[in-house]
């Protein structure tokens, strides 16, 4: 297939573009803004042939009107994704997570192009910690920040365009990934770098929420999945059973890095922060045998600490100025 995959420059996304490229055989044209979260490095050592860069604003319908048109599929990654920055600045998150989502529908309803729309296990709110209960595809939509509830929004979009003008359209909501090339600013690349500058790394509040941590490949995997066996109009759930609370990832992290796993500091809450997440995602491993090849995380986490240890020019310029806005937040 000829994929557009949108923010294909970011974390999730220019981890599909290696897997869709590489393992399953597909071209791809990446649209993306290139905002403070791309990395154009991301995107190196791919085929030429196969892969093409656009640098461009989902919103501007114009320009993305021609790569619609000649696209097979569109793979809508493209977001503001960082909790912290919809709290302090929520503008751009409503600007490109909702009406960017709304351009993109519209030229994919013109075109009658099959579209997967990227979500979060977010758009669901939050859990008890000591419950049992796990969100599934019938879970109500409860955001609690400005970044889920603008992702709860562009959902709506995506199934009021598939139900109304019978658009060509699946979701998929996953829970919290990690893996190479993730921006320093989030939580486990955070405090791997700030281990590595010879920092103590930084929890917030508790540190008992809990996060259901996924690999960006099996979350990448099962992307795949859904554009080649999904049924349009379904949502699927995706998330590897790695609930974890934020203060056993630290202790892994510090243990795996030669460290003490006391060694790290409880620092001001996020407001409104979540305090758990869990996904059942039995629909999506059920209906397309999709299955992870990282269910022990302790694997994945050092592979991923691994990749930050050798890949420093890669984050070295976005590390300062992260960790200046963070201390400015008490955090
Ligand atoms: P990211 O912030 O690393 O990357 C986002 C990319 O989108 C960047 O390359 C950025 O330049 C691009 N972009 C932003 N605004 C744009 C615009 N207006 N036009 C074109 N490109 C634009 O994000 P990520 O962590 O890779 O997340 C990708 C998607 O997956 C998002 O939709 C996010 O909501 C979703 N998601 C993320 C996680 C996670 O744990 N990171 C979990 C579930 C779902
Ligand atoms: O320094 C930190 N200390 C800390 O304790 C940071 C950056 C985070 N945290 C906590 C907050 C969360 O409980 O760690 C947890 C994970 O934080 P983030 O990496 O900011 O992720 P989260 O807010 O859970 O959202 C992520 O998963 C769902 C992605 O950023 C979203 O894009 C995705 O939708």
Redesign the pocket.
Known sequence: MRLLVTGGAGFIGSNFVHQAVGRAGHTVTVVDKLTYAANRESLADLPEDRVRFVEADICDRHLVDLLVAECDAVVHFAAE????NSIDDPEVFVTTNVVGTFCLLELVRRYHKRFHHIS?D?VYGDLELDSPIRFTPQTPYKPSSPYSAS?AASDMLVRAWTRTYGLKATISNCS?NYGPRQHV???IP?QITNILDGQRP???GT?L?T?DWIHVDDHNSAVLAILQRGRVGETYLVGADGELT?RQVIEMILVEMGRSPDEYDLVRD?PG?DLRYAIDASKTRNELGWVPAYPDFSVGLRATIDWYRQNESWWRPQKAATETKYRANG?
């Not at 994704?81 to 912290?84: G, R, T, V």
């Open positions: 994704s960082h909790n912290d979060t977010e992702k919290n600013e989030k939580f955070r930084r929890l917030y540190g929420n996060r934020n996020r922060h955090q």
